[in-house]
């Protein structure tokens, strides 16, 4: 089993800038990509950005790209997401997956959520 927790959401204007974090625990040998969803009100989760943990292989959203940035601390098992310039359109519910191998196969795993609200 592994556990994720997501903290770093807040409130924030038009402009400023988040840094969320992910922390990881338990069973974490096996993770070979930790990845950035977000739900906004009344839409589908959209995943924003992934990071292969093995090598640090980026990639992100179109959406995504330039204001955002993943990034990964293996020796504290924390995944960071780096949100610049906010805008009012990033209010979102933010969730940090995990996929890890398992059985032949791979498991997801996801936190609960932290939330971002951006006032214009």
């Known amino acids: 089993q592994v556990r994720l927790v997501e903290s770093g959401g807040g409130s924030v204007q038009a402009g400023g800038s988040l840094r969320l974090s992910c922390a990881a625990s338990?069973?974490?040998?096996?993770?070979?990509?930790m990845h950035w969803l977000r739900r906004a009100p009344g839409k589908e989760r959209d995943e924003v950005a992934g990071?292969?943990?093995?090598?640090?292989?980026?990639y992100y959203a179109d959406f995504a790209k330039g204001r955002f940035t993943i990034s990964q601390d293996n020796a504290k098992n924390t995944l960071y997401l780096q949100i610049n310039s906010l805008k009012p359109e990033d209010t979102a519910m933010y969730y940090c997956a995990a996929n890890r191998r398992e059985e032949g196969s791979y498991r997801r795993y996801w936190g609960q959520g932290t939330q971002v609200t951006v006032s214009s």
């Open positions: 338990g069973n974490t040998y096996g993770i070979y990509s």
């Open positions: 990071i292969y943990t093995d090598g640090g292989t980026t």
